[in-house]
């Protein structure tokens, strides 16, 4: 079903017009259908064209591959034919290069082993820590307030603990910057006009990175020597087993990276999360006692007590199953990729769509019912995904183990975010 391919079928120029699909309108494509309703449009496409089709968008062609088929063949690339660095770029390259997600093969490979030494049980229990000192308070004068939104809420609280956890600073003038600086680069990497001209969100976001750069940059020296429990500092002194390091402009990119990866997506999950328990009130009620039953006397979830949040963890999961806070992969061929009996020809955007196959009920029974326990052992889950390829994928960016840190604060309505 599935091959690399160098030079087309039969030796013969693959082309993009071979595959089904269309262009949209001149110069702009598809790309106001794209911005108005992503899944709607993903929807009729497949529905006209197949699993496998090419459109037009943000000013680039691209062949879309659905279904957890797809997913597999792209995401596990055991043949080495898609380009991540490549495909993330054309959206993040000006504003969040180098980060680990733009990076390909041997050099992904190399740079994820340094950096595993920040995401080791001992430092993961010192992030936990920082958030177990600084959230019950903040969550305490949720609940003090008559009514609040809770997605400004948890953006602004999951922003000051990725400022403390990642950088390591005390709320203040210079935490505001940072996560000022920081916001205008999420707020630019999505927006339309791909250029700093004056007055876009573009140059509010090169601004800020060149902001985070020369702010960090004049941090790392006292960092690699410190003490301190924040990633940053951990990444400071990350080695690998052969006493590889980070460079100073490797461990820039990767804290300005990972800082988004990790802000921007926990807040679209557990806003997620808590509208869906809102509507499901029994599952409030779940996790409400999954939680007392560790039998906690203070407001600390300690690290040895993430495993027992069982039902926590399903709940989450199906929240990102639902709405994935990224819910789209980008990649580009290296060379011509047979994939469905088609030739996608080398140079050309990948897109898989993590949203799409969430959603199919070809895969997935009742996809719009919110049902956590389909991620149990009953629910067999694990069997459907071994035998039908990418079923789910969490796409979080961050560790598996920080997907329980969210909960520290059990006895409250609404559950916390972590990273």
């Known amino acids: 079903m599935t ?15 071979d595959i089904p699909g269309e262009t949209g309108w001149p110069i702009l494509g598809h790309t106001l259908r794209v911005i108005r309703d992503p899944v709607g449009f993903g929807r009729y496409m497949r529905e006209t ?53 733009l990076m390909d093969f041997d050099e992904h490979k190399a740079h994820r082993h340094i950096m595993a030494a920040a995401f080791k049980t001992g430092p993961m229990k010192g992030y936990l820590e920082r958030l177990n000192d600084d959230m019950p308070a903040r969550i305490k004068a949720w609940g003090e307030k008559k009514n609040f939104a809770f997605y400004p809420a948890i953006k602004q609280l999951s922003l000051d603990m990725a400022t403390t956890v990642f950088l390591g600073l005390e709320p203040g003038k210079e935490s505001e910057k940072v996560n000022k600086a920081l916001t205008d680069m999420v707020a630019a990497s999505i927006g339309v006009v791909r250029v700093p001209l004056p007055g876009s969100l573009m140059a509010k976001g090169v601004r800020g990175r060149a902001f985070m750069v020369e702010f960090l940059r004049g941090l790392i020296p006292e960092r690699r020597v ?10 400071c002194q990350a080695k690998d087993d052969e006493g590889n390091t980070f460079t100073d402009q490797e461990i820039i990119d990767h804290m300005i990276f990972l800082w988004m990866a990790a802000h921007d997506t926990i807040t679209s999950s557990v806003t997620t999360l ?70 996608i020809p080398k140079g050309t955007m990948v897109g898989i769509s993590m949203v799409a196959t969430h959603r199919d009920a070809g895969v997935w029974d009742k996809p719009s019912t919110f049902d956590p326990m389909r991620f149990s052992v009953e629910g067999g889950m694990r069997e459907r995904h071994a035998s039908r390829g990418y079923l789910w994928r969490r796409r979080a960016h961050v560790p598996r183990a920080s997907l329980r840190l969210y909960a520290g604060q059990g006895h409250h309505d609404s559950p916390a975010s972590a990273l």
């Not at 391919?5 to 013969?12: A, W």
């Open 49 to 101: 064209y197949g699993d496998i089709y090419r459109s037009n968008s943000f000013f680039r062609d691209s062949v879309n591959m659905m279904g957890p088929e797809a997913n597999e063949f792209v995401l596990m690339d055991k043949g080495r034919n898609f380009s991540s660095e490549k495909g993330w770029n054309a959206f993040l390259g000006r504003l969040f290069p180098r980060g680990l997600m």
């Open 274 to 343: 808590v509208y869906e328990l809102g509507r499901h009130r029994e599952w409030q009620e779940k996790l409400r006692e999954e939680i007392k039953s560790l039998g906690l006397n203070d407001d600390r979830l300690p690290y040895e007590k993430m495993n027992d949040l069982t039902l926590t963890e399903y709940a989450f999961k199906e929240a990102l199953r639902m709405n994935p806070p990224v819910p789209a992969v980008a990649r580009e061929t290296v060379r011509d990729v047979e994939f469905g009996g088609h030739t």
């Open 226 to 235: 410190g003490n301190g429990t924040d990633i940053f500092t951990q990444l």
């Open 3 to 17: 091959a690399s391919v160098e030079g087309g079928t039969n030796g013969k120029r693959a082309k993009l017009s």
